[in-house]
């Protein structure tokens, strides 16, 4: 599946740096997710974007911030982390609504695995 | 709020076998998907099959498919003729269909991680 793709697969921060991870969806949806999947845990939604606009904020800590400048574009800025948010950051897209035929379905990328150090 | 529990954390199969996955779920709501996703080493997940509650027949997409028991709020997910590819971590997944501007949200199981042996 290369329909959502996410750069980079792999990233080891410090605690102090700035880094930022991005997706990609070639498959003309209008929804973008960020998930977060940590050993052990059932995956966890971060944020959703709907053309654009941020529609959901799951409680997530203001260390990382989201920015979808368009449908297909979605990223997420991490700064001044904690051990604890190393993890498997995966992006999702769907196509909800609009005049296309309404499939619901979330397709995921590959996943970018984080450690900060 | 919408949670779903799959009892099983870990199962083998020996190939050409069948296996069968559990997931339970609980709503209130009436219409609904279910999802089955496939997690491989790779970590790539992967849409496996898809359920949609107003349905009553049991979906199959080839080797896989579904025991749909709405009124038990069950959603398992049986795979025959197993392969060696079909080693991953699988998970079950439930959403409520999106609106009002809205988009989906799913809710995930803890997953079953599968291994199929020789």
Known sequence: ?117 | AQTVTQSQPEMSVQEAETVTLSCTYDTSENNYYLFWYKQPPSRQMILVIRQEAYKQQNATENRFSVNFQKAAKSFSLKISDSQLGDTAMYFCAFMKPPGGGTASKLTFGTGTRLQVTL
């Open chain 1, 1 to 117: 599946e290369t329909g959502v793709t996410q750069t980079p697969r792999h990233l080891v921060m410090g605690m102090t740096n700035k880094k930022s991870l991005k997706c990609e969806q070639h498959l003309g949806h209008n929804a973008m997710y960020w998930y977060k999947q940590s050993a052990k845990k059932p995956l966890e939604l971060m944020f959703v974007y709907n053309f654009k606009e941020q529609t959901e904020n799951n409680s997530v800590p203001s260390r990382f911030s989201p920015e979808c400048p368009n449908s297909s574009h979605l990223f997420l800025h991490l700064h001044t982390l904690q051990p604890e948010d190393s993890a498997l950051y995966l992006c999702a897209s769907s196509q909800d609504g609009g005049k296309r035929k309404y499939t619901d379905t979330q397709y995921f990328g590959p996943g970018t695995r984080l450690t900060v150090l």
